[in-house]
């Protein structure tokens, strides 16, 4: 079992639509979750960054974390055609070393 | 800042040829980290260093793959002899302590 499930996708939603990207993960020691947002031929870049269970918030961006269900979320709200690219949760440990899910293929039509 | 820059950005390379990657982290990030990313695999972690000093090289796939950090503004991902199955888009990061990555642009490697 990966230490981190993500469904590739790809997901194609209208312009405007409520998006909801999800991550489960198996290490019960992960205590910081990150979200990245990768365009097509780029490197990832941070996109949201949450320390423990709960929820944050960045303008159309929500990031969830359930710990006791080892369950990670990121919502796109009014979604743009601008929001197009891949994200990927990429939860880690004490440690610094981040463990990256599949990255899920987001696509917002006009 | 110039954010981590990676050279060079497309590599074309004959299978049995040696292949250098090369990083410049951000300055003052004490963390360095190189992945690679293929389609079926996704993102891995290849090795990463603490303050130039490698802390992390399980994800070397084996002895062809090399890394180092001889100072705090440059490394190195050499491969020797590379081969078909290598071809892959090479990422470096860099982080400060507990903030999250900075990745550079990428190297794009296809070994014929």
Not at chain 1, 28 to 57: C, D
Not at chain 2, 18 to 27: A, D, N, Q, W
Request: aromatic share 12%; charged share 20%.
């Amino acid at each position: 079992q990966k230490e981190v499930e993500q469904d590739p996708g790809p997901l194609s939603v209208p312009e405007g639509a409520i998006v909801s990207l999800n991550c489960t993960y198996s290490n019960s020691a992960f205590q910081y979750f990150m979200w990245y947002r990768q365009y097509s031929r780029k490197g990832p870049e941070l996109l949201m960054y949450t320390y423990s269970s709960g929820n944050k918030e960045d303008g159309r961006f929500t990031a969830q974390v359930d710990k006791s269900s080892k369950y990670i979320s990121l919502f796109i709200r009014d979604s743009q055609p601008s929001d197009s690219a891949t994200y990927l949760c990429a939860p880690r440990g004490g440690a610094q070393k981040l463990v990256f899910g599949q990255g899920t293929r987001l696509t917002i039509n006009p | 800042d110039a954010g981590v820059i990676q050279s060079p950005r497309h590599e074309v390379t004959e299978m049995g040829q040696e292949v250098t990657l090369r990083c410049k982290p951000i300055s003052g990030h004490d963390y360095l980290f190189w992945y690679r990313q293929t389609m079926m695999r996704g993102l891995e972690l290849l090795i990463y260093f603490n303050n130039n000093v490698p802390i992390d090289d399980s994800g070397m796939p084996e002895d062809r793959f090399s890394a180092k950090m001889p100072n705090a503004s440059f490394s190195t991902l050499k491969i020797q002899p590379s081969e078909p199955r290598d071809s892959a888009v090479y990422f470096c990061a860099s982080s400060l302590s507990e903030k999250g990555y900075t990745f550079g642009s990428g190297t794009r490697l296809t070994v014929v």
